[in-house]
């Protein structure tokens, strides 16, 4: 997939540049080449009104904040990016500012557990209606769809299942119904693909995983295709007021810098450790998009530049799942994803055990890896020790 998007001076400029250089420029007055740490809840007017900047409290912006956001908005194609404390009040703020009570929204039938929460125990009850649908299934999706529809929420690769939606069809579905088409681009990150380039209006990322990249902040961010829309958001953020501070700004940011290199080396041990998994006697069935035998694989190979670091198999049973997860060493066992260093959790137990008994609960034997970039042979010898 191409990662170019248009500057202000009509020059295209490939992903890595922007991340490094969008929102980025040289302090003007130390020639710093990093964005500071403004560090700061209020700033001096100019007189009544007369704002430097446009800076006038830091729930309403920030510098440090700003220069994510605008970093964000470019390596996603979008026009207005917007930085929260969470993925999750990301999401939040999304739905605050498009529904209201009656409204109906299309969710994948194997969302994030946290997601699936949301909904459940916050949305509905506020008087907005889901439905969990195989997104795989563009008809069905289009048979789901109700007056009432304004979003229909997507995930690909999904959480943890690692299913493939088609976006630029259900981009299709949503507008036919006068609906937004949401994408969570978390596990695949703006490296490897651009909902709103195949027709999204809306990105969600949890910035904890990938974009941060090392496991040392929280944060969400929410990307518009929409400059209308974006303003929406950016009223209700403000409003709502989850937004990201300036050291996690400062962070993300960091992190952002050189996450295309990192997808690289992700995704080529990803692949190693497929390898592994697919010949093991041990394992009863490896989910992950890059495999030609996923039923996602041909949508993937052409809205994605690569499959991602992310990798779930079933053991068969529970147990066996549990054993594997207890074993591993070097996979560290915890939750959250995308980091540098890899990390393996039980989904139905740990991450998805919010979703429980209901429609989303994942299989009790699925076990689910984040591949980090350590060297490939250490990463293959711990699989080898803990599934003998």
């Excluded at 739905?95 to 699936?116: E, F, K, S």
């Excluded at 981009?171 to 999204?200: C, E, I, M």
């Excluded at 041990?269 to 069935?285: G, K, M």
């Amino acid at each position: 997939m191409d990662s170019l998007v248009p500057m202000d001076n009509e020059v295209q400029q490939g992903f890595e540049t922007l991340a490094i250089h969008a929102g980025q420029e040289p302090d003007p007055v130390t020639g710093a080449v990093v964005p500071p740490i403004y560090q700061v809840s209020t700033y001096k007017q100019d007189g009544i009104g007369g704002l430097r900047g446009g800076y006038e409290y830091s729930r309403s912006a920030n510098p440090t904040r700003t220069a994510l956001e605008v970093c964000l908005a470019e390596v996603e194609g979008g026009v207005r990016g917007l930085a929260f404390a969470s993925g999750l009040a990301a999401e939040d703020t999304l739905l605050r500012t498009v529904c209201r009570p009656g409204d109906h929204v299309v969710i994948p039938d194997d969302a994030y557990g946290g997601t699936y929460r949301l909904f459940a125990k916050v949305a509905e009850p506020w008087g907005v209606v889901f439905d969990p649908v195989r997104l795989t299934d563009i008809e069905a999706v289009r048979a789901a769809v109700t007056p009432a529809t304004r979003m229909i929420w997507v995930e690909t690769p999904t959480n943890p299942l690692l299913g493939i939606a088609d976006i630029a069809g259900l981009a299709g579905v949503a507008h036919d119904a006068g609906a937004l088409l949401v994408v969570d681009n978390t596990f695949a990150s703006p490296y490897l693909q651009r909902p709103l380039a195949l027709g999204a209006d809306v990105v969600v990322h949890s910035t904890t995983k990938y974009i941060g990249g090392h496991s040392d902040v929280v944060g969400g961010a929410l990307v518009a295709a929409d400059a209308g829309l974006g303003e929406r958001l950016a009223f209700h953020q403000n409003a709502m007021g989850a937004v990201a501070g300036p050291f996690d700004a400062w962070l993300t940011l960091r992190g952002i810098k050189t996450l295309g290199v990192r997808m690289d080396r992700h995704c080529a041990n990803a692949e190693r450790v497929v390898q592994l998994l697919t010949r093991h006697e041990a394992v009863r069935e490896v989910l992950y998009p890059g495999l030609p035998g996923h039923p996602g694989h041909e949508v993937a190979a052409k809205q994605m530049r690569a499959f991602g670091g992310m990798v779930s198999f079933r053991m068969g049973t529970e147990e066996a799942a549990v054993r594997v997860c207890e074993r591993a060493r070097l996979f560290t066992l915890g939750e959250s994803l995308g980091g540098v260093e890899s990390l393996i959790e039980h989904p139905g137990r740990m991450t998805h055990a919010s979703a429980a008994g209901s429609p989303l609960e994942v299989p009790s034997d699925l076990v689910r890896l984040s591949v980090g970039i350590e060297d490939i042979d250490d990463l293959l010898g711990d699989l080898e020790q803990a599934l003998a």
